[in-house]
């Protein structure tokens, strides 16, 4: 009897440690000291440059030919026309200290994603190949590297400068097949630019595989879609990638009429850098997410006591992967490991749940703040916001995590697109969500190309007596929609960032519709002072000093970013196109000037 009552009791233990065991969402590299693997990290970058191949620029404009509606008068009842910008002004000059280093400067050849974050002592201006530090008070640099060199304790074989084996390396296999065909390990043959009819086979690879390659096939070794970001109660920087194998679902170059699944083969993971302190020279903590979640676009907000992690985008194949995931950050700035306490928020295609949403920069960052809010592209005329609530006490939301959003509302507003950018910079305050989406106003014709124009929302979000929230396009509240469009240019590829005074920047790129016209695209940005009743003309951020190829991409994205220490300061960074290179410029904008 006794002997049965303590079989219960421990079958009852058992199930009761089940119950209570976490899943483990979010782990941390064993890189030692932070300041020692910095030391690691800037041998692994003297030796990706001295290898480096300058590659093709493929970041020039594109032009879609998506269609749409015309925007105009209908939005009258709700919305408000942008004046016409019919003059240019100069935007305002550089701070003297830092005006030849970081400000109104193109800091570096670039790629696409430019982003800036800006701490109290430090500015980080990134791509999404390389990151550079600056010293706020006289622009030197004070670290530079790149993606891969950061993140090499997941992206490297062997430690940097040694023939070590990297541990966190090897772990990369995840649970793939040892046998993994190597013609599932490629996307894209390296070295050429299209694949030929009839792609390649495993007995005719253009790369030159070698024993090593094919060791490594399936691991992670790329790292891509870089963001960079500011916590200012901790004082850290926060650098969010996605890495990835070269396995794609297709491999149509090398996996001929899709004779093998190579999707089996496919993993997309998320790595983390947050910073010791502001001195990027005390080092990172180093982590990556467990969930091979397939998806691109990582993208983030972060507050004194999570990070949260969502993707832009989702489908058929993502269902059942996370749609957002919450990590807690008080333990991921004091590099507690080797897990983190974290939940997911799964795709569910059998509810009225969003695929994939875009996270909002809550401004009140502090305990203060008590939710945060997410955008859905609900398609053609819809926006839903989503948001997930805080408990009184942070930790606590580990315990007893919730398993979905919850829909504030969903917005239609006629003749408006939300598919044109990726809500960059979007900013909730004071019960007010602000974003901005560009869209095809004009159609081409004669030599006119097809002209685009931003959307500006500012969106009622209130907390209502029951605790929840309430998004709904209602003038009494609030609620705006402005638009900024011209027969002559096209405005494209903007971001948005707000002040708590409820002052407003957007930046984007202007660019002829004239395909005959010899004027050169501009770096643009606009304002919105809360206490005037009009936007601002639009202030010249920067002139590039050559005409473009209007077939292909300009930018992937553009960053506008508040200044968290100074109440008047806004900070830009763009592509920029000088002396046949292409570059990152950044500006400082300052409201004290208007």
């Not at 440690?17 to 800037?42: D, F, H, W």
Request: hydrophobic share 35%; proline share 5%.
């Amino acid at each position: 009897m006794q002997n049965t009552l303590l079989t219960v009791l421990l079958q009852l233990a058992v199930i009761a440690c089940m119950c209570q065991s976490k899943e483990t969402l979010l782990v941390r590299a064993n890189i030692g000291k932070p300041a020692e693997y910095m030391r690691q990290v800037r041998i692994f970058y003297q030796l990706n440059k001295r290898n480096t191949v300058e590659r093709e620029d493929r970041y020039s404009f594109e032009e879609r030919g998506e269609t749409t509606k015309t925007g105009g008068e209908r939005f009258s009842l709700e919305a408000k026309t942008i004046k016409p910008d019919l003059k240019m002004k100069e935007g305002p000059p550089a701070i003297v200290s830092i005006q030849t280093k970081i400000n109104n400067k193109m800091i570096d050849d670039g790629g696409p994603d430019p982003m800036v974050a800006v701490g109290e002592k430090t500015i980080l201006v990134g791509n999404t190949s390389w990151l550079k530090f600056f010293d706020k008070s006289n622009g030197n640099v004070l670290e530079e590297t790149d993606l891969t060199s950061l993140f090499w304790r997941y992206l490297s074989p062997t430690i940097p400068g040694t023939s070590q084996p990297n541990p966190d390396f090897a772990t990369n296999f995840y649970d793939l097949p040892n046998d993994i065909p190597l013609a599932c390990t490629k996307s894209t043959p390296c070295g050429v630019s299209e694949c030929p009819n009839g792609g390649y086979d495993d007995n005719d690879l253009p790369c030159g595989e070698t024993d090593a390659i094919i060791e490594n096939a399936g691991r992670i070794t790329i790292g891509y879609d870089l963001r960079v970001f500011y916590q200012k109660e901790h004082k850290r920087f926060v650098i969010v990638a996605a890495i990835r194998n070269q396995s794609s679902a297709h491999n149509d170059c090398y996996n001929i009429d899709g004779k093998i699944d190579c999707k089996k083969y496919v993993i997309r993971l998320a790595a983390f850098a947050v910073s010791v302190s502001e001195n990027p020279a005390d080092g990172f903590y180093i982590y990556r997410t467990t969930e091979n979640n397939v998806r691109d676009w990582p993208n983030l907000a972060v507050d004194q006591d999570y990070l949260v992690l969502s993707y832009k985008g989702g489908n058929a194949s993502t269902n059942g992967k996370s749609v957002v995931t919450v990590f807690s950050f008080r333990q991921m700035k004091d590099g507690a490991g080797p897990s983190v306490d974290a939940f997911r928020i799964k795709q569910n295609d059998e509810t009225d749940a969003p695929k994939g949403v875009t996270p909002v920069q809550n401004l009140l960052t502090n305990q203060y703040s008590q939710a945060f809010f997410f955008i859905e592209n609900a398609g053609s005329e819809k926006i839903r916001i989503w948001y997930l609530k805080k408990p009184a006490v942070a930790a606590d939301i580990f315990k007893n995590p919730p398993t979905q959003l919850v829909k504030a509302g969903e917005i239609t507003i006629a003749d408006a697109e939300f598919t044109g950018g990726a809500f960059a910079g979007a900013t909730y305050y004071d019960n007010m969500l602000y974003t901005v989406s560009y869209q095809k106003m004009y159609p081409a014709s004669g030599t006119k190309r097809i002209g685009y124009g931003l959307n500006v929302f500012q969106i009622p979000v209130v907390e209502q007596a029951s605790g929840g929230y309430k998004a709904w396009k209602n003038i009494s509240q609030g609620f705006k929609h402005s638009i900024f469009k011209s027969e002559s240019h096209s405005f494209r590829n903007p971001s948005i960032a707000v002040d708590l005074l409820h002052n407003i920047v957007i930046q984007f790129v202007r660019i002829p519709r004239d395909s005959t016209s010899s004027e050169f695209p501009n770096i643009r940005y606009k304002v919105k002072l809360s206490h005037r009743p009009d936007w601002e003309y639009s202030q010249l951020a920067k002139s590039w000093d050559a005409r473009h190829n209007e077939t292909k991409k300009l930018v992937d994205f553009s960053w506008v970013a508040k200044d968290p220490f100074k109440l008047t300061h806004f900070w830009q960074s763009h592509i920029y196109k000088a002396n046949g290179k292409t570059g990152t410029w950044v500006t400082q904008i300052d409201l004290g000037k208007f």
